[in-house]
């Protein structure tokens, strides 16, 4: 059975396996994308937030702490909408449980849109960027992670279970549906190349302002051996966009 979109995290066994992963500190999530992103995000006082594919949602949480107006997340699946409701909780942050396909925003509502590692599971890229260039504020932000093109190409690398020490990039430049061997599931993705995702990003109207390809700090690490592993191969695509004027 392959599973689409977000579909996956409602699987229950899948759904805790993938949990102990995401929540470990040497996690790729916290120690090498994570921070990036919040470098990028800067500033976020004031800000009405949009997170899609929110997850648990602890991203907002942080963010309405370091002084958000909203954070309002979107996420498809039951299983992390649950978690994203119990992770708000007394807080003003809200989640939707819509797909990022299905989600209809209203027109000029945020200054920042968020999405992280959610949109290679979409097949339609150029609506979602369209949705979200509509729903952002004149000078708005986009600022987005995905799975690296370098990763996506080719599944070959992901359908050994031992540690990986080398890696299979192929097909590059044949882009769409990739069927990923993943915490003993197979999940669909969609690969893109870099260009392909810079080309979009202007097509939706963005003016692309950064792009980082998450290279690791060697002070986030606590062993000198996975820093040097991770140095060997980009894990992380985050780029940033914003709405500009006619």
């Not at 807080?91 to 590692?117: A, C, I, K, N």
Request: proline share 4%; net charge negative.
């Amino acid at each position: 059975m392959e599973f689409r979109g977000a579909s996956v995290y409602d699987e229950g066994e899948f759904y805790e396996s993938y949990m102990k992963r995401r929540n470990r500190p040497e996690s790729p999530n916290n120690i090498i994308e994570k921070p990036i992103l919040l470098e990028m995000i800067g500033n976020v006082t004031g800000k009405r937030v949009l997170d899609l594919g929110c997850g648990d949602a602890k991203i907002g949480v942080e963010l309405l702490q370091q002084g958000g107006t909203s954070y309002l997340g979107v996420e498809g699946s039951e299983n992390m909408t649950l978690a994203a409701t119990q992770n708000l909780e007394g807080t003003t942050g809200q989640v939707l449980h819509s797909s990022m396909e299905e989600w209809q925003p209203q027109p000029e509502q945020y200054d920042l849109v968020l999405s992280r590692f959610a949109l290679h599971y979409v097949a339609d890229l150029s609506s979602v960027f369209k949705k979200v260039h509509d729903s952002l504020l004149l000078g708005g932000k986009f600022i987005f992670s995905v799975q690296h093109p370098v990763l996506t190409s080719s599944a070959k690398s992901a359908e050994g279970s031992c540690r990986r020490s080398d890696w299979v990039v192929d097909d590059y430049f044949n882009q769409g549906e990739r069927v990923e061997p993943w915490i003993g599931k197979k999940v669909i993705k969609y690969h893109r190349t870099v260009e392909e995702y810079f080309q979009l990003l202007l097509a939706a109207g963005f003016m692309v302002e950064d792009l980082r390809e998450g290279t690791p700090r060697p002070e986030n690490f606590s062993n000198r051996e996975e820093y040097e592993r991770r140095m060997r191969i980009p894990l992380v695509l985050i780029i940033s966009g914003t709405k500009r004027g006619e």
